[in-house]
């Protein structure tokens, strides 16, 4: 199982594991262990595709355009279960762990890039 961390400055930082992968869907094995479906991921994926975006973790304020207030709109439809834009940083976190993204920070900004590597 891996365990990686989530994005962003070092004191923002959370160490989680996960099972699966972006390829046959993930389990956080965080608070509630929520599953990602490999559907979920594909659709990010698609959405993103070419653009670079702001991560946008912020639970009370995600970044309008980032990832975390698309996943906090679109999860419940598409995944079968509410994500918040925390669960946006573990997404996140794993698609550059599996190299599908990158990602580097402007400030305390998380700023995600959706072009393959």
């Given at each position: 199982?891996?365990r990686?961390?989530?994005l ?9 594991e ?8 993930a ?9 990602v ?14 653009r ?16 975390g ?20 940083s573990?997404?996140?976190?794993i ?23």
């Amino acid at each position: 199982m891996p365990r990686i961390w989530t994005l962003g400055g070092p004191n923002r930082r959370t160490q989680f594991e996960y099972s699966g992968s972006v390829a046959t869907g993930a389990t956080l094995h965080y608070t509630g262990s929520p599953r990602v479906s490999s559907e979920f991921f594909r659709a990010i994926l698609h959405h993103f595709n070419g653009r670079t975006v702001p991560g946008g973790f912020s639970m009370t304020d995600p970044t309008p355009g980032g990832l975390g207030e698309w996943v906090q709109a679109h999860s419940a439809e598409l995944n079968g279960c509410s994500l918040s834009p925390r669960h946006a940083s573990f997404i996140a976190a794993i698609l550059v762990s599996e190299r599908l993204i990158t990602s580097h920070l402007e400030g305390n900004a998380v700023i995600l890039r959706f072009v393959a590597p």
